[in-house]
Nanobody, 128 residues
Framework: QVQLVESGGGLVQAGSSLKLSCQAS????????VGWFRQAPGKEREFVSA????????SSAESVKGRFTISRDTEKRTVTLQMNDLKPEDTAIYYC?????????????????????WGQGTQVTVSS
């Protein structure tokens, strides 16, 4: 059993930065990946970025490339999403989730059951 707990959300102004953390507890497996997703009110959940635990391979949505950076600390078992130059359209609940491969994690926004574990989410609000 794996538990994922997100933290770091908040209310900021456009152009500001936030750092989200996803703390994992329980078993983790080599090759597994952790992704960040977000869901804004009235919109579908979308993929943001993901990283594999072991190799640190990453993938990110085009909408956040150059602004968001994902990283992981395998000793602390945390996955961090550094978000810079935030925009009002980044406002959403941000979730982390773990799945068996990076490719699968990338698909979990459309097929959430493909990720094995999900956190409860953390709210990010960006004011203009």
């Amino acid at each position: 059993q794996v538990q994922l707990v997100e933290s770091g959300g908040g209310l900021v102004q456009a152009g500001s930065s936030l750092k989200l953390s996803c703390q994992a507890s329980g078993r983790t497996f080599a090759g597994y990946g952790v992704g960040w997703f977000r869901q804004a009110p009235g919109k579908e959940r979308e993929f943001v970025s993901a990283i594999t635990w072991t190799a640190g391979v990453t993938s990110s949505a085009e909408s956040v490339k150059g602004r968001f950076t994902i990283s992981r600390d395998t000793e602390k078992r945390t996955v961090t999403l550094q978000m810079n130059d935030l925009k009002p359209e980044d406002t959403a609940i941000y979730y982390c989730a773990e799945g068996p491969t990076l490719r699968v994690v990338n698909q979990c926004a459309r097929s959430p059951e493909r990720c094995d574990y999900w956190g409860q989410g953390t709210q990010v609000t960006v004011s203009s």
